[in-house]
């Protein structure tokens, strides 16, 4: 079970972080990632990162702005978002690949989301 928290209303430019703790499994066993749902489009792939931590990946639209990080002792991933613009606005989601290596391909779990809303 993967559970967001830390979404809200923010000014364009300003921050937030996300987490998402994860119960039920192995944390270490998967990687983990972040998407994001635009009213009325598809979900889009936002970062991913590998089972320790030392291997992120972000989608072009936010590197360099949002980072990715997990903390194995607490079963949590985090996304931290600097910079925010109101097209970041957007649910965002945790998701769960199993294996050491992300590839957000064979995610098996993901979380209900929650709202980012940015006002410019």
């Known amino acids: 079970q993967l559970v967001e928290s830390g979404g809200g209303l923010v000014q364009a430019g300003g921050s937030l972080r996300l987490s998402c703790a994860a119960s039920g499994g192995t944390f270490t066993r998967y990687a983990m990632g972040w998407f994001r749902q635009h009213p009325g489009k598809e979900r889009e792939f936002v970062a991913g990162?590998?089972?320790?931590?030392?291997?992120?990946t972000y989608a072009d639209s936010v590197k360099g702005r949002f980072t990715i990080s997990r903390d194995n002792a607490k079963n949590t991933v985090y996304l931290q978002m600097k910079s925010l613009k109101p097209e970041d606005t957007a649910v965002y989601s945790c998701?769960?690949?199993?294996?050491?290596?992300?590839?957000?391909?064979?995610?098996?779990?993901w979380g209900l989301g929650t709202q980012v809303t940015v006002s410019s």
């Open positions: 998701a769960a690949e199993w294996g050491s290596a992300w590839w957000g391909k064979y995610v098996d779990t």
């Open positions: 990162i590998n089972w320790n931590g030392d291997q992120p």
